[in-house]
């Protein structure tokens, strides 16, 4: 069995494609699958975490077949770094303890593990929901592995009042270190996390919500209106939301591309996006009452020939909302 110093270097060589620990990462996968997969992450989709996930996810296979032990393991994947990364923007002004929390668009393949950080973190019931059905096998093996790292470094999953101690605690008694698709629904029944498949509209019994989060989703939803009003029916007064949004050209994500606004400026190549604009989506949550507070995280101006080019809808788009290109949104619902 690999060490944990091992795996961590093997983990910090897919995500970041350090050479200090290739070595490490040779003990756990044959040079040439190595490399490809280094090679991979050095190409022009090194910084976009959508895109590397699936070379994350082969390694993590691999080890998994070598460790057969998942307690062992403390993957820090991006993904979830990327969570705490978006937690820490809204935590510092909701209290987690004994809170209702909402992962809108949780998706297929990593569907509990966002859930399950709050819950580490002193939220009391966790609500997933998503229009597509989970990857349980896949899923599975992301909720061992969140487990797994907060269980070996608490302290930087805590997100909450709660001490780091008590988070290695609450991760453990998830017991899901090896939970199989057979044995999942009983273990997130367990947790008090309920995984539901089809419209936020549809689902009862969410309300009342203190805190909905959602990553790159917002953007897919075409009835957005209708959803927004389902989020001020269902969020309590004074709870809140935490929203991050890509505005992007979504083909960036599955071939070439000739840039970032390529989707404002030809009807063909929407790849599911509503194509809503950062005002847009700003002036629907104040609409039901929300105040909002914005935090973006890539700003690029177009350039005069992207902006000559853009369909009629979008060449009166301000400057701002062509610029923005992600952002978050902490809306905060009237009391």
Known sequence: MFGADVLFSALHAVVFGDRQ??????????EPDAEQILAKLKS???????????????????????????????FAAKR??????????????VNLEGARVLDFGCGKDAPFSLAAILLANGASRAFAIDVVDADLPMACRALSRA??????????????????????????????????????MPALAAMGLTHSVGSLEACADLAPIDLVMS?????????LPAVVATFARVVRPGGYMCHTVDFSHHGTMFAAHEHQWQHLTDETLRYGVNRHRLSDMVRLFAAVGFDVEIERH???????AVRASLLPQ????????LATLQATLVCRAPC
């Open 44 to 74: 022009d989709y090194r910084n976009d975490y959508k895109f590397s996930w699936r070379y994350l996810d082969q390694l993590s296979q691999r080890i998994d077949e070598i460790n057969n032990h998942n307690v062992f393991c403390p």
């Open 298 to 304: 890539i700003v690029v101006p177009p350039d005069a």
């Open 314 to 321: 979008f060449r009166d788009a301000s400057d701002d909302d």
């Open 80 to 93: 979830n770094q990327l969570y705490l990364n978006l937690l820490s923007t809204v935590l510092v002004k």
């Open 21 to 30: 620990h290739v070595k490490s990462l040779k003990k756990l996968l044959d």
């Open 215 to 223: 990553v790159s989703v917002l953007e897919h939803v075409m009835d």
């Open 147 to 184: 487990a797994t790292d907060m269980v070996v470094r608490p302290a930087e999953w805590r997100l909450s009042s709660r001490s780091a101690a008590d988070i290695r605690a609450r991760a453990l008694a998830f017991d899901v270190f090896d939970v199989t698709p057979t044995t999942v």
